[in-house]
Structure formats: structure tokens, C-alpha cells
């Protein structure tokens, strides 16, 4: 089945104790990206990769750092959780990033306490 | 900066019709895409469009006014399980770039 998966679905944290959450899919997609979803904010995108050892910083890239490795993961890592980071977070991706269909992950939901 | 508008929520009746609009102010166009994304849950795909007009798709249909920078979404026959949040987001530049979403519409269908 095609699909993106996330790791972990809930996570609940310390500030300042990294975390890495983890995406993968299984469609051989050039493009994936990483969102966080606010109340009254909509989706902003953190950061984006183009393919393996290609990514770009999207809107809301401070507290983030991302790798492309291999052309099916894309880890989100937060090497200094702060509260403000309490998001829901969504991987998504794409044959190609202008493709009309982009598919997303389940989420994970990160508490910073 | 890109600017993408909808109205932040909606109530409808089930069996009746919606129309959800999206206006947008961005440097650049290369298509607008509708998602649905229910309560919790991921984003799902609904619509594309890149040229004006309709595009029709069983009860959903939506249409694309790049002069006027505005687009809608119309929901016919609808039922409780429509009740989401529906989200609108443009291509702003060609090629492998990414999607500007909008802040989402949440829809409540009534009995």
C-alpha cells in the first residue's frame, strides 16, 4: 500500500531534550516536506527536500533541522525543544513538488513541556 | 508576501449545497489545489486547477478565476460526514516548488 508513515504519532517532551521524529514513504517521491499545523495558523512549512542531499527552508525553519539521506526518510529533528514547538506535524510527499497530488503522513502530535 | 483568504468557518444543512471561496494575492501562479482535512487527521487531496473554469469531480466541483485571483469549492448533496476542514493552497512559481496553503475553512454539516 502506498503510503507515508510518521513516527511517533504522540509525543510528549522536556525542553531541551532532542527528538527526532521520523517520516517515511514507499512511493520512490523526488519531493517531501515537512508542516506544522497551528489553531488560527494553517499549515507552514518547515522545511523541504528536492531529492537525496537537496533540501530548502520553508516558512518556519528556526528550532528545525532536517537530512535526506536516502530517497525514502526525511527526519524532522529538534535539537532544542522549546514549548513554542507544540505543534501537530505533517510529512508530506510527491513524485515532484509541483506534482498534483501530495501525500501526507498521519502526524505526530508534540507537547514541549 | 503571499496572502491566501477563506473564510475561517461555515455551517450547511445536509442535502444542501456549499460553495467555499478562496481569494489569493501571491507573486506568482502555477495552479490551486483543495484539500479536506478532517478533525486530527491528515490532509487529503480534492481538486486542482490550473486554468479558469470548473472541474467537476461527483458531488465536489471547484473552479479557478486566475484574473480576479479567486477560486471556489462547491459541495452538492451534502452529508454529515463533509463536515472538515477544507483547505485552499496555490503552486505561487513553476517547477519543484512548494504549495502556500491558506488557513482553512472548517465546515459544520447540520441535520
Known amino acids: 500500500e502506498a503510503q507515508v508513515t510518521q513516527n511517533p504519532r504522540y509525543l510528549i517532551t522536556v525542553t531541551g531534550k532532542k527528538l527526532t521524529v521520523t517520516c517515511s514513504q514507499n512511493?520512490?517521491?523526488?519531493?517531501m516536506s515537512w508542516y506544522r499545523q497551528d489553531p488560527g495558523l494553517g499549515l507552514r512549512q518547515i522545511y523541504y527536500s528536492m531529492n537525496v542531499e537537496v533540501t530548502d527552508k520553508g516558512d518556519v525553519p528556526e528550532g528545525y533541522k532536517v537530512s535526506r539521506k536516502e530517497k525514502r526518510n526525511f527526519p524532522l529533528i529538534l535539537e532544542s525543544p522549546s514549548p513554542n514547538q507544540t505543534s501537530l506535524y505533517f510529512c508530506?510527499?510527491?513524485?515532484?513538488?509541483?506534482?498534483?497530488?501530495?501525500?501526507f503522513g498521519p502526524g505526530t502530535r508534540l507537547l514541549v513541556l | 508576501g503571499q496572502n491566501i483568504d477563506q473564510p475561517t468557518e461555515m455551517t450547511a444543512t445536509e442535502g444542501a449545497i456549499v460553495q467555499i471561496n478562496c481569494t489569493y494575492q501571491t507573486s506568482g501562479f502555477n495552479g490551486l489545489f483543495w484539500y479536506q482535512q478532517h478533525a486530527g487527521e491528515a490532509p487529503t487531496f480534492l481538486s486542482y486547477n490550473v486554468l479558469d473554469g470548473l472541474e467537476e469531480k461527483g458531488r465536489f466541483s471547484s473552479f479557478l478565476s486566475r484574473s480576479k485571483g479567486y477560486s471556489y469549492l462547491l459541495l452538492k448533496e451534502l452529508q454529515m460526514k463533509d463536515s472538515a476542514s477544507y483547505l485552499c493552497a496555490v503552486r505561487v512559481y513553476s517547477g519543484n516548488t512548494p504549495l502556500v496553503f491558506g488557513k482553512g475553512t472548517r465546515l459544520s454539516v447540520i441535520a
Open positions: 512511493m520512490n517521491h523526488e519531493y
Open positions: 508530506a510527499s510527491s513524485f515532484v513538488a509541483g506534482a498534483e497530488t501530495q501525500y
